[in-house]
T-cell receptor, first 115, second 108 residues
Framework: DVKVTQSSRYLVKRTGEKVFLECVQDMDHENMFWYRQDPGLGLRLIYFSYDVKMKEKGDIPEGYSVSREKKERFSLILESASTNQTSMYLC??????????????FGPGTRLTVL | KNEVEQSPQNLTAQEGEFITINCSYSVGISALHWLQQHPGGGIVSLFMLSSGKKKHGRLIATINIQEKHSSLHITASHPRDSAVYIC??????????FGTGTRLQVFP
């Protein structure tokens, strides 16, 4: 079974703090994704990575950056947290070259509150 | 206009009822996914389909490519089916576009 873990289930930070959200997968998947989920808006893609040190902006990258130094780990960074970044953050993975035959596997989510 | 629209947004049912959740999309796709999210946040994949129909236990998913429409059916619903059901489409890339979800509550 694919296992996708996220560093925290719940996180409370103050405005202006630097925040790191980490995602680790154990299935050697090339693709990793960071989403945020807000009521009424569904899941929106922030960034994704298709290989180590490779990244691509998603639909809402502003205010975020990412790091993929190792294949199994994909970090989401909020350089200076703001209250509008209060949300549920979900990480997902997908094996490359199997877009038509495989699904994304999701982590349990991190509920971030910025005060 | 969202590229993926689900209906209804909220649904309540009595245990044992037959439930249908609908998903319409506006773009050409390579696959459509149905996902389930329980309270607490974790998301699991129920189905991935690109044509026809799939069945798993009490769950049935259908897709009509020409009409750009998919349905998720739950037969003999149970309170443990209470969750948010999310439709997502894949555009011939590794990225998904998600609907906003249907919140289902099944009462005993």
């Amino acid at each position: 079974d694919v296992k996708v873990t996220q560093s925290s289930r719940y996180l409370v930070k103050r405005t202006g703090e630097k925040v790191f959200l980490e995602c680790v997968q154990d299935m050697d998947h090339e693709n990793m994704f960071w989403y945020r989920q807000d009521p009424g808006l569904g899941l929106r893609l922030i960034y994704f990575s298709y290989d180590v040190k490779m990244k691509e902006k998603g639909d809402i990258p502003e205010g975020y950056s990412v790091s993929r130094e190792k294949k199994e780990r994909f970090s989401l960074i909020l350089e200076s947290a703001s209250t509008n970044q209060t949300s549920m953050y979900l990480c997902a993975t997908l094996a490359s070259g199997r877009a038509s035959t495989d699904t994304q596997y999701f982590g349990p989510g991190t509920r971030l509150t910025v005060l | 206009k969202n590229e993926v629209e689900q209906s209804p947004q909220n649904l309540t049912a009595q245990e044992g009822e037959f439930i249908t959740i609908n998903c319409s999309y506006s773009v050409g796709i390579s696959a459509l996914h149905w996902l389930q999210q329980h309270p607490g946040g974790g998301i699991v994949s129920l189905f991935m389909l690109s044509s026809g129909k799939k069945k798993h236990g009490r769950l049935i998913a259908t897709i009509n490519i020409q009409e750009k429409h998919s349905s998720l059916h739950i037969t003999a619903s149970h309170p443990r089916d209470s969750a948010v059901y999310i439709c997502a489409v894949r555009w011939y890339t590794d990225k998904l576009i998600f609907g906003t979800g249907t919140r289902l509550q099944v009462f005993p």
